[in-house]
């Protein structure tokens, strides 16, 4: 199946520069969501100094191919610990990654090139290195709770160089 990029509509394009994350409609907002799955990692937080690690470990729901959760609209009933993004929380949560369109849109920063609001293609995300299709070691069924030490890893926290150039990188 071939995904066809799609362009925001004319009303609704750069609705992230003119409305608060209160204003947006649902689907505005669910648009946020660049499809990185990275905030489907799990985390652990150094309780002296609160500090997050990422790890290579997903969530029980993701599909790391296709960086989607498999039940979304049950996904809180199904995983307890699944955080539901707000414009509150948003604002606060220190674990989601520096890429994520909530974040930056919540800070007043304008979106990356490879978003799909700006590219217009779903898939831009994963060209610019930045989704964990691909990176995903295994879910949280599979990895006992006390050895996730073991699967820390430091990518989820940044954000490749060729997702931060100002466009698209032109084709080898």
């Known amino acids: 199946m071939t995904v066809r990029p799609r362009p925001p509509s004319p009303q609704s394009e750069s609705f992230w520069k003119t409305k608060t ?7 505005e907002w669910e648009s946020l969501c660049d499809g990185c799955a990275r905030c489907c990692l799990e985390k ?23 960086c989607a959760c498999k039940d979304y609209p049950n996904r809180s009933a199904k995983v307890s610990d699944c955080v539901r993004l707000t ?4 604002r606060t949560l220190s674990w ?17 090139w490879w978003h799909p609001l700006i590219s217009g293609d779903p898939n831009t995300v994963h ?4 989704s964990v299709r691909g990176r995903v070691w295994g879910t949280e069924d599979e990895v006992d ?28």
């Open 44 to 66: 652990l937080e150094d309780e002296d100094t609160g500090k997050i690690y990422f790890t290579h470990i997903s969530c029980t729901l993701l599909d790391a191919g296709l």
């Open 145 to 172: 709770e006390a050895d996730l030490e073991d699967h820390i890893v430091q990518w989820p926290g940044v954000i490749p160089k060729r997702a931060r150039l100002k466009k698209r990188p032109a084709p080898k």
């Open 127 to 130: 060209e610019a290195g930045v």
């Open 87 to 90: 414009p509150e929380n948003v």
């Open 96 to 112: 989601l990654p520096p890429s994520c369109g909530y974040k930056l849109v919540a800070e007043g920063r304008d979106l990356y």
């Open 21 to 27: 994350l209160e204003e947006m409609s649902d689907s």
